[in-house]
């Protein structure tokens, strides 16, 4: 099984910038991934989806405009750049691998069934 690693999180103002990484030990190549996040106290919610070949991306409407999601195929990484990061923001980010290859993006957790173990991000007002 695929296994991944997040780092890039931190402690930020608020409307300044963090780039997360994930990196997989294997091949990533035919499968969608995608960012997922957790505050404390909250259920896991999706955050930002990118298909496979790397041109079919989603996003959750409170990042939209603000958060960019990113592959390099040739790594096994995608990245997720965060801007005008808002206290709101604050939560452990998890990156996650689609369970099967070939097919879009997905919203919603249960697709996916490879989970790296978060990275903090913390945003300060």
């Known amino acids: 099984q695929v296994q991944l690693v997040e780092s890039g999180g931190g402690l930020v103002q608020a409307g300044g910038s963090l780039r997360l990484s994930c990196a997989a030990s294997?091949?990533?190549?035919?499968?969608?991934m995608g960012w997922f996040r957790q505050a404390p106290g909250k259920e896991r919610e999706f955050v930002a989806a990118?298909?496979?070949?790397?041109?079919?991306?989603l996003y959750t409407d409170s990042v939209r405009g603000r958060f960019t999601i990113s592959r390099d195929n040739a790594k096994n990484t995608v990245y997720l750049q965060m801007n005008s990061l808002k206290p709101e923001d604050t939560a452990l980010y998890y990156c996650?691998?689609?369970?099967?290859?070939?097919?879009?993006?997905?919203?919603?957790?249960?697709?996916?069934?490879?989970w790296g173990q978060g990275t903090q991000v913390t945003v300060s007002s």
């Open positions: 996650a691998l689609k369970k099967t290859k070939l097919t879009d993006p997905a919203y919603e957790p249960r697709e996916y069934d490879s």
């Open positions: 294997g091949r990533t190549i035919l499968y969608a």
């Open positions: 990118i298909g496979w070949g790397g041109g079919n991306t």
